[in-house]
């Protein structure tokens, strides 16, 4: 299997390929079709792995990729129910030592998921709308 596009840069993952045609699966709709080989380029140095992913929404994949246990979800799951929340919030809310929870938000305003907020006059994050949409589609 490998990518490849299409004139309109549309990436898909080849399923099968003859001599005139191949049987493509676009990522994102899961449809499968038939495109003459003239119509197709491969996309060199992308996985077809990473073309599958994007079968899930890129929020979604943000989420995932950020969030590396359950208590980091979790952590992220609160803040979007919740926030926003300060940090002596979060200190005293959840069994998270002060270096585990700035590690944990770097990361996540690392990958746009957090933003800084004042809660009572004091620092504090809440979730952005990527973060939402991204929780939303796990939910689902």
């Known amino acids: 299997m490998r990518t490849v596009r299409d004139d309109d840069g549309t990436r898909y993952l080849l399923l099968k390929e003859s001599t005139e045609s191949s049987l493509v699966r676009n990522p994102e709709t899961g449809e499968q079709r038939h495109v003459p080989n003239a119509d197709l380029e491969s996309v060199d140095g992308e996985s077809p ?3 599958a992913a994007d079968a899930v929404p890129e929020a979604a994949r943000r989420v995932l990729t950020a969030a590396h246990d359950d208590r980091a979800l979790g952590l992220l799951v609160e ?6 929340l300060s940090v002596q919030e979060l200190l005293s809310a959840y069994d998270l030592c002060e270096s585990d929870l700035h590690g944990l ?4 305003r690392a990958a746009g998921l957090l933003t800084e907020a004042k809660v009572h006059g004091r620092r504090g994050y809440d979730t952005t709308e990527t973060a939402s949409d991204g929780l939303a589609h796990l939910r689902d």
Do not use: M, N, V
Request: proline fraction near 8%; charged fraction near 30%; charge should be negative.
């Open 79 to 84: 803040l979007d129910d919740r926030g926003p």
């Open 49 to 51: 792995l990473a073309t």
């Open 105 to 108: 938000l770097g990361e996540f």
